[in-house]
């Protein structure tokens, strides 16, 4: 078990998955741009989601709904006057925290009645000065649309993808003649101007959500929620990530958002930071539909055939951000073990793995030429082109093959293709599995059949 994420931080970065925006300018707090490994990695989340709420389902159809949207949106939304975190100032080395935080490290209930903060006497973790008072710190991020700022329109980057849904519950409905109860899933951008983020990818001010609200009524909405706190745990138990590593956390009363009537979190227990928010199951009731109906003035409920009834349909709604999510699967499969592939000279001490689903590594195999030499190379762009029409593959003809097998296991790849000068004679290549390290020679005409099996 790791004791911090600082390895995973340096792996990231090292071998291309994760770098810090803007770095060649001193780096811009808290975004970063995913390399070429990362992206790969993120779209493998994102695809295996995908396919477990959309592609699997007969109740669950997909969205993409813009990043930016009208302004009474997120004041129907209960964004504009409640989406704040309660901010404080330290007087002498002026850092900024979240006053609730420290109150809930102090293991006291963070609960903002006037004048109660400044009661509990909290000083600054930092260097122990006397902090403010509370200020709310709204966590959206304002620009304008129009060409002139002055007569321009404010107009928010979206804090949670799941509005663009709920403006568009009827088109959905209608245009795929849906019947309740039904979902709506969609991935997408988020953005919040976070007063203290940190911890890598875990918390910044842009990211990915992936979001599906099921629009239910009111009498079976109990019934769904429970199934989707069950069906979200078990994904991340699917994809590897290992049981004692996650546990379901309920929201307490003063700790729920604005719209929520209950919600679960799922934690993960992160290096360094315990058990932590991974992704949340929310009972969002009625509040989104009725908020928009109310200041959109349309019409948002819903007529039921079989019940003959007309209502506004309660939600249940499963969040997970595509980040903080891909940094726990990281993590999850990040092994440190003793050394155990090589020649003697390329031996080390210790050597990394990265145990990732099949489904979620970025390379799934590499093909790797014993030498540089021409009939080795021809075979080997033979079975690339082959295999790439299939999987993402990766070229390796540097360094000796033990080496060349540890910078796969770095990055998680299940499969390495060796191919040598037998290869030549019989037509045969050397199958390593990641895991077992087991070796098979597999015949060239039978390697793609042989790797769809496994992959
Ligand atoms: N629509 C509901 C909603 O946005 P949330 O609990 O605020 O709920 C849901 O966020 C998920 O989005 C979190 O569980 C987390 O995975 C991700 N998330 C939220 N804020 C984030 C941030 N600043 N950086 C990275 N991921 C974040």
Known sequence: MLESLEPVVSLAKRRGFVFQSSEIYGGLSSCYDFGPLG?????????????????????????????LMASKVWEA???????????????????????????????????FKPGEWLKQDVKCPECGGDLTDIRKFNLMFKTFMGVVEEDATPIYLRPETCQGIYTNFLNVQQAMRKKLPFGIAQIGKAFRNEITPGNFIFRTREFE?????????????????????????????????????????????HELAHYAKQAVDIEYNYPGMGFKELAGVHDRGD???????????????????ERKEKFIPHIVETSDGADRVMLAFLLDAYEEVETRSGDEESKHEKEVVLRLHKDLAPIKVAILPLSKKEPLQKLSNQIQTELRAKWMTQYDETGSIGKRYRRQDEIGTPYCVTIDFDSLEDKKVTV????????????????????????
């Open 77 to 111: 939304s209960g964004h504009v006057e409640g989406f704040s975190d309660p901010l404080v100032d330290c007087k002498g080395c002026k850092k900024r925290w979240r006053a609730d935080h420290l109150l809930e490290d102090r293991g006291i209930k963070p609960v």
């Open 39 to 67: 992206v790969e990695m993120k779209n493998n989340v994102k695809k295996a989601w995908w396919k477990a709420m959309v592609q699997d389902r007969d109740d669950v159809i997909g969205l993409d709904a813009s990043i």
């Open 287 to 305: 509040w989104d539909l009725t908020r928009h109906s109310k200041f959109s003035g349309q019409d948002l409920s819903y007529f039921d055939p």
């Open 432 to 455: 390593r599995d990641r895991d077992t390290m087991k070796q098979e020679r597999v015949a060239v005409d039978e390697l793609k059949d042989f790797l769809e099996e496994k992959l």
């Open 209 to 253: 959500q992936m979001e599906q609200q099921y629009f239910t009524h009111p009498d079976e909405k109990d019934k769904f929620f429970k199934m989707w706190k069950e069906l979200r745990m078990q994904w991340y138990i699917d994809l590897g990530i290992k049981k004692k590593n996650l546990r379901f956390r309920d929201h307490e009363k």
